[in-house]
């Protein structure tokens, strides 16, 4: 059983920053990418950011110069540092990953349950 659990999300005005995280836990052998996505009111989900085990990372255009991913790899958890936010900004963040349970199984991916995050004065 593997499970990803996010925190840090709550309500801001804009201009502020808040930093999410997310930890997984549970049975983990290794894991490979991991992202952070988003959802507003009736869109679909889109990705917002993600980084590699090596901490290659890959931005949103909307969110560059704004947010930064960044992970530790020996607590198994993702961090976004969300600066200057605009009510644009407002959504559920979810967490992903892609996680070996066992040295001899494939990459499954997960998500988390979601955090909310509003940006509203």
């Known amino acids: 059983q593997v499970q990803l659990v996010e925190s840090g999300g709550g309500l801001v005005q804009p201009g502020g920053s808040l930093r999410l995280s997310c930890a997984a836990s549970?049975?983990?052998?290794?894991?490979?990418?991991m992202g952070w996505y988003r959802q507003a009111p009736g869109q679909q989900r889109t990705l917002v950011a993600t980084i590699t085990s090596s901490g290659g990372t890959n931005y949103a255009d909307s969110v560059k110069g704004r947010f930064t991913i960044s992970r530790d790899n020996a607590k198994n958890t993702v961090y976004l540092q969300m600066n200057s936010l605009k009510p644009e900004d407002t959504a559920v963040y979810y967490c992903?990953?892609?996680?070996?349970?066992?040295?001899?199984?494939?990459?499954?991916?997960?998500w988390g349950q979601g955090t909310q995050v509003t940006v509203s004065s």
């Open positions: 992903n990953a892609n996680i070996k349970r066992t040295s001899w199984s494939s990459y499954s991916n997960y």
């Open positions: 549970g049975n983990i052998f290794r894991i490979g990418a």
